[in-house]
């Protein structure tokens, strides 16, 4: 089982920048990649961004550019760098652990953190 820790979330202004971090710690099988997912109120959880062990990564299209998802495998956490925040990025993020395959698919697994509320005024 893996358990899986968010936090860095918090209130930033409209063009600012907010690093989020996921602790993993446990292990699971069958997953080789942890992922960032949001949800925004009355909306559906959606993937950010996803990371394998060894570095690949790949965004869902909407985020490239102005998010940069990382990992440290001495710290065993991943990280994701938002930057040019807008309020619409306003939402809940979410650490999962998944598949990600060679052909940049991401699987989640039932494996979530608990979230970390990120708030964009503007």
């Known amino acids: 089982q893996v358990h899986l820790v968010e936090s860095g979330g918090g209130l930033v202004q409209a063009g600012g920048s907010l690093r989020l971090s996921c602790a993993a710690s446990?292990?699971?099988?069958?997953?080789?990649?942890l992922g960032w997912y949001r949800q925004a109120p009355g909306k559906q959880r959606e993937l950010v961004a996803a990371i394998t062990s060894g570095g690949h990564t790949n965004y869902t299209d909407s985020m490239k550019g102005r998010f940069t998802i990382s990992r440290d495998n001495a710290k065993n956490t991943v990280y994701l760098q938002m930057n040019s925040l807008t309020p619409e990025d306003t939402a809940v993020y979410y650490c999962?652990?998944?598949?990600?395959?060679?052909?940049?698919?991401?699987?989640?697994?039932?494996?979530w953190g608990q979230g970390t509320q990120v708030t964009v005024s503007s």
């Open positions: 446990g292990s699971a099988f069958s997953t080789n990649a």
């Open positions: 999962n652990a998944g598949i990600l395959t060679f052909r940049g698919s991401y699987y989640p697994s039932d494996y």
